[in-house]
């Protein structure tokens, strides 16, 4: 991936060349490829805000009439795939359009170099998010040249949509929608069906954010992130392949955990340690997570927490009055969460 060029007679062409279509004020595309860090010129944030809306309506239209007989929801959520930012900015990645950006903003380019990589690994279409959030300024660029074109061929929204569809492909479609269900709201929803509750937590750890599954107050699976977002995302996929299986066209719900609180392993702690080294995952970690009672009667409550290859398991086992003995507890709590999630 090249850094931000600053020639913008250059870019102009470019940009021209992508679209297919040649501008007849020049300045106006010219104008969409200016940061707001470039203070001696006007900058693209006037052209994102029209951009926003007309693309909105452009993919309004198109969805109206490929979709007849879809209900307005069902059209909303479809219009929200295609002008979303996590799309669009894909969308950037893709052509490359981030390349033609002036600005000065060294940080600008170390977000879109991380998320163009995140994007080349991925294995195919992310509606809702992948391993790094989109950086809020490659969805404006994309929005800021098509309101380029907007402007430029007088307002017309038919003409936009006839240069910049192609921009825009693959488009988000029905089938595409119902094969990546938005997996949080899924999540809820199968949950509610068999009448348990779904709580997702949330904590950092230094620079990342960690986001913690719970069904019916049961420890299900960890996920994390530099972003509390997608570490929410990750957490809610990571939940569902638990969570459920598949037969045929039937979606069942297998809810894994039915711990009690009370169950102890004899020598849990050791058990998890040569768990994690047969597995080939880092050592367990463990913390103090409260201290209760005056220093005479303290009691402890600890945390276990150990990676694997797919996310990181993190659960908190029983007060106890030692904390060897709280360690115990919490290595207790993961072991038998990790057996009855058949992740053993």
Known sequence: ?????????????????????????????????????????PSYQRLEFVGDAALGLAVSNYMYLAYPDLVPGQLTLLRAANVCTEKLARVAVKH???????????????KVRDFAIAVQEEDGTEVYGGAI??????????????????????FDLQALWLIFR?????????????????????????CQKVGKLVDIRHWRKGEENIASVYVDGQFVVSAFSEQKEIARLH??????????????????????????????????????????????????SYRIEKE????????????????TVEAVFFVMGDEKSRVKDAENSAASVMLLGLHHSKHL
């Not at 501008?23 to 595309?29: E, G, H, T, V």
């Not at 490359?96 to 170390?110: C, G």
């Open 292 to 307: 209760i009672g005056p220093a005479h009667e303290r009691r402890f409550i600890c945390s276990v927490q150990i990676e």
């Open 166 to 190: 192609g921009i825009l492909e693959p488009i988000v479609t029905l089938d595409v929608l119902k094969n990546q269900p938005q997996p949080v709201t899924l999540l809820f929803e199968l």
């Open 133 to 154: 959030k989109a950086p809020k300024v490659l969805a404006d660029i994309v929005e800021s040249v098509a309101a380029a074109v907007y402007v430029d061929c007088g």
């Open 96 to 110: 490359e359009l981030h390349r033609y950006v002036r600005h000065n903003a060294a940080a600008l380019l170390e």
């Open 235 to 284: 957490a809610a996929k990571a939940a569902l392949q638990k969570l459920l299986y598949n037969a045929g066209d039937k979606c069942s719900m297998d809810i894994c955990l039915e711990l009690n609180g009370s169950n102890e392993i004899e020598g849990a702690k050791q058990k998890l340690h040569e768990l994690c080294g047969k597995k080939k995952w880092p050592k367990p």
């Open 1 to 41: 991936m090249t850094d931000f060029t600053t020639d913008m007679a250059a870019s102009v062409r470019a940009v021209e060349q992508l679209l297919n279509y040649r501008f007849k004020n020049k300045k106006l595309l010219e104008e969409a490829l200016t940061h707001s860090s470039c203070t001696d010129s």
